[in-house]
């Protein structure tokens, strides 16, 4: 016998059982009992779920091509309730074939398209689901002896409603499509598929090892899997829900931007565009209700990573505490968008501050780390800690490793309105002031060691507004530095010799210092001269009057004077005035004490002290004038005007 010949014979019986089954099915459908069948699968249904079907609409039986029976405008209800846990459009009851050939009515699967499913949880805490659930539990009877089963329920297009009158909380999901892995035989529940969520379509699974333990509030291993283009979550643990809900286990987090996935998730991001990128997070979590404790933290934001725990709640308001420690930290981002300065680095900036995100959030931060970056400032080892309660944000360096020395201080944020109010505490021990004062204040031309001492107040809209309102004391204290840009001994010898002779450029050179004392009072915005004082080896200086910090302006007197050592009277002694821009003043002497001190014009200026010869003078004058105009002759007790005089630094230089 052929293979050919083995072939034909075995497809003869096999396709006569088809035959015999096709006409079974067609002899099915002619003498199916539909409302036993209907009847039937509405007892299945109530069996493994403990909900009753109420069908408002037209039913469908087919038993070729498929068999199935679906009922239109259907509710589920149960608990002792006549309020549906949901609606459906169309419920599809496919059936299995071989039973239905026998007029047996088996679920195979049961499909939902288009169902509406309400939530609502109410001021004390209590759910329209709750006896619904309840009522699943006491039916379900997953395993080998239950005579009822269907593996899968499949939702298709759904939607999802969900309200917290408690909480003031109103979310929807739309477009559900999910399977269902029904705990018919096994005790285990999964459930995959994808959802919309604001604007977002997730991917999610859910799986439980005891499902119906779950459902009574007893202990069950828990994994769930959420991924969308914000942000991707996976927790692997255990619940339980006896008195709130309890989960434990591991939480992953991973966002591609967490400014984004905050504004998804409708929480407040921090102002501005900086920072706030890339975010991961694994941790240890226990969370019951709403509040997460989480502990082993590693957790990743802008590539800076740190380890310790955190905990986080959600009751009356958001709060957040952490304690982390990190090997090297850089806050680049999250200032580099915070401008001082105008564009033009001339005049302050009158951009109006955001405070929204200082009333969304409660936090309390502890960090410490090995090195920190802020721009192109590096510290060495720092802690810190952030405070963020009722509006009113509290900054604190307990101890820092900067410039060469130590630093420590405070700084507050408060909201009054839109205005913020600022209040700012810092001293800095033993410090490169070249590094400390040039980072903070723009100015590259001191340099030594020293300390230095700031308690400040202000309250403004903008950094504009808060130079207007500046009120408090800065002090600094400096020793064995220079002053660049000005060589003060060269300039007081040459105009001792040469008072008339010009100042000259002296930009290159430097004033070298053993002491220097600063002590600054503000008061709106003005800052005061207190006591500036440098000691030099061959140099004096003390300076007195004002600056604005709204105008970035100086009006400042001095006096320069020559000395041979520290403790012996003053030599040569020159008064000059510090007018103009912070970033480029006019530095020029008294033209008064230059005349004064010139052997030419002196004598002239003693002789104009006399009367009479003031009036010949006047009288020479109106000769060459032809009498028709009085000259007016100066005055020998009065100054000369200072845009006559020598002007050091840029200004015109006279002789």
């Known amino acids: ?76 209800k149960g608990g002792g309730t006549d309020v549906p846990a949901l609606n459906v459009d169309v419920l599809t009851a496919n059936l299995r074939l071989l039973p239905l050939l026998l007029q047996r009515f088996e679920i195979s699967d049961v499909m939902m398209l288009r169902p509406h499913i309400n ?16 009522t699943i539990a006491r039916t379900m009877k997953p395993g080998a002896e239950n005579p009822v089963s269907f593996s899968e329920i499949r939702i298709q297009d759904g939607v999802l409603s969900y309200g917290d009158a408690a909480n003031h909380v109103s979310e929807q999901l739309g477009d559900i499509d999910l399977s269902l892995a029904w705990p018919s035989i096994s005790r285990s529940f999964a459930a995959t598929g994808q959802f919309d969520w604001r604007g977002e379509r997730v991917d999610g699974s859910i799986s439980a090892s005891d499902f119906l333990a779950a459902l009574s509030g007893d202990r069950s291993g828990l994994k769930m899997r959420l991924a969308s283009a914000p942000v991707k979550l996976a927790f692997d643990g255990t619940v339980a829900n006896r008195t709130s809900a309890m989960l434990e286990g591991t939480l992953t987090i991973d966002s591609a931007s967490l400014r984004n996935a905050l504004h998804w998730t409708g929480q407040a991001a921090p102002p501005g565009t900086g920072g706030f990128g890339r975010f991961a997070l694994k941790a240890r979590a226990s969370i019951v209700g709403a509040s997460v404790a989480l502990t082993n933290v590693n957790v990743e934001l802008d590539g800076n990573v740190a380890e310790g725990v955190m905990t986080y709640a959600n009751n009356d308001r958001q709060t957040l505490q952490a304690t982390l420690a ?16 105008a564009s033009g ?15 969304t959030t409660d936090f ?155 002590a600054v009072k503000f008061a709106d915005g003005i800052a005061t001269a207190q006591n500036i004082h440098l000691e030099g080896p061959t140099a004096r200086i003390t300076l007195t009057g004002t600056a604005s910090v709204p105008a970035r302006e100086y009006d400042l007197k001095g006096v320069a004077s020559l000395t041979t ?47 009479k010869a003031r009036d010949a003078v006047r009288s020479v004058l109106e000769r060459f004038t032809g009498g028709g105009t009085k000259q007016a002759v100066p005055d020998a007790t009065a100054a000369p005007a200072p845009a006559s005089a020598p002007v050091v630094d840029g200004a015109a230089k006279g002789n």
């Open 565 to 611: 050592a520290p403790s012996a009277p003053p030599g040569f002694e020159l008064p000059f005035v510090i007018q103009g821009p912070w970033e480029d003043p006019l530095i020029f002497p008294d033209p008064d004490s230059l005349i004064r001190r010139s052997p030419a014009s002196a004598p002239l200026l003693d002789a104009l002290k006399d009367r």
């Open 119 to 134: 939530v609502v949880r109410d001021a004390k805490g209590d759910s329209n689901w709750t006896p619904f659930i309840e």
């Open 1 to 76: 016998m052929t293979t050919a010949q083995g072939i034909k014979r075995l497809g003869m019986p096999v396709a006569a059982f088809l035959g015999v089954v096709l006409i079974g099915l067609i002899a099915t459908s002619w003498f199916l009992n539909r409302d036993a069948l209907r009847q039937a699968v509405e007892a299945q249904i109530r069996a493994v779920t403990g909900l009753d079907l109420v069908v408002k609409g037209n039913i469908e039986i087919s038993v070729l091509p498929a068999s199935y029976i679906s009922f239109h405008d259907v509710g589920l």
């Open 326 to 341: 990190a090997d090297a930290l850089d806050f680049t981002p999250y200032v580099s968008t915070f401008r001082v300065l």
């Open 364 to 518: 309390d931060m502890r960090l410490s780390a090995a090195k920190v970056t802020v721009g192109t400032s590096k510290f060495g080892r720092t802690a810190l800690g952030a405070n963020l309660r009722g509006g009113a944000l509290a900054l604190s360096v307990g101890e820092a490793q900067l410039y060469g020395g130590i630093g420590k201080g405070s700084l507050g944020i408060a909201r009054s309105d839109a205005a913020a109010e600022i209040k700012a505490q810092f001293q800095f021990t033993d410090v490169d002031l070249q590094a400390c004062v040039g980072e903070l204040f723009g100015v590259r031309n001191l340099s030594g060691r020293g300390d230095f001492n700031v308690s400040v107040v202000a309250s403004g809209a903008s950094p504009f507004g808060l130079a207007q309102s500046l009120d408090g004391t800065a002090t600094l204290t400096g020793h064995d530095g220079a002053i660049a840009g000005i060589n003060a001994e060269q300039l007081l010898r040459r105009l001792e010799r040469r008072p008339l002779s010009g100042a000259g450029n002296f930009r290159a050179g430097s004033t070298p210092y053993d002491k220097l004392t600063v």
């Open 345 to 359: 680095a001339r005049d302050w900036n009158r951009q109006l501050f955001d405070l929204t995100s200082l009333s």
